[in-house]
Structures are given as C-alpha cells and as structure tokens.
C-alpha cells in the first residue's frame, strides 16, 4: 500500500461518493466547492490517498485551520477493500506527518449529521483519540 499525500481531487471524490452513499449523507461540499477551495487555500487544504496498485481505497481530506491545528475533513474508503485496514494506516500515517509538520492538535471534525450524533464515529473516536466534545451550534439571526 501507498500513500499519495497529494492526490487529485479526480481520485479521491469517488471514495467521498461511496462513503456518503453508504451512509445516506450528503457532504458539506459539492465537488467543485472543494476544487474551488483546494485552488484558493492550495497550502491549507490537502487530499491524501492511501493506494492498493493503481487504486484509491480510502482518503483523507484534511484543512490547516490555522498554524496549530490541522482537521480531518473528510475522511472516506471504498466499502470493497475495507479488510486493507486503509484507512487506519491513513490516519496513522497523516497523524505522524501533522507531527513532523509541526502541528500541535489534530481535530477529527464532526461526529454528527444535521446535529445527530454518528454512533459509529463516536465509538471510532472513543478507541482512537484522547478526548472528544460534542460542539454547541449558535445560530444568529439578523432582524431587517
């Protein structure tokens, strides 16, 4: 298995469109909304994919938020190839590497849809990090 840390758009989208079919979720962004922003943040938003051969079987999109902290995005793989273990060793290894880019936190994104909670990635964070939190959402409405 290889690692692309960074993979075009054009091969990770497929695994985005598997994962939220899978899931019957939408994602935050169309594809060409994250091609904008790839293109106008090319430093603080990267596309990683972990490669069986020539194949994409799991991704990572992660976003610099600022010089500390570097977020998971999106992170999605390919139903079929599931017992590679890709997308572990993807989180591994973009863990190390946020390390050696000197990253201080790594934020794992959100755990829910439309404000419901996710069991199964809660209980992925619950093994996997050291702490989670649910966010609070504030919505400000302007009067006219």
């Known amino acids: 298995m290889e690692i692309d840390w ?19 979720a939408k994602p935050t962004h169309d594809r060409r909304q994250l091609q904008s922003l790839i293109e106008a943040f090319p430093a603080d938003i990267r596309i990683h994919t972990a490669n069986i ?24 793989a390919d139903p079929q190839f599931e017992e590679s273990q890709a997308l572990s060793l993807l989180i591994f290894e973009t863990l190390k590497r946020a390390r050696i880019e000197d990253y201080r936190y790594f934020d794992f994104g959100t ?7 996710r069991e199964n990635i809660f209980r992925f964070r ?19």
């Open 53 to 76: 051969g020539s194949t994409p079987v799991a991704g990572i999109c992660c976003f610099a938020t600022n010089r500390r902290v570097e977020s998971s995005f999106y992170l999605c």
């Open 6 to 24: 960074h993979a075009p758009i054009d091969n990770f989208w497929p695994l985005m469109e598997k994962t939220f079919q899978k899931h019957g």
């Open 111 to 117: 755990s829910s849809v439309n404000m419901v909670g």
């Open 126 to 144: 619950k093994v996997s990090v050291r702490f989670g939190q649910f966010r609070t959402t504030y919505e400000w409405k302007a009067e006219r």
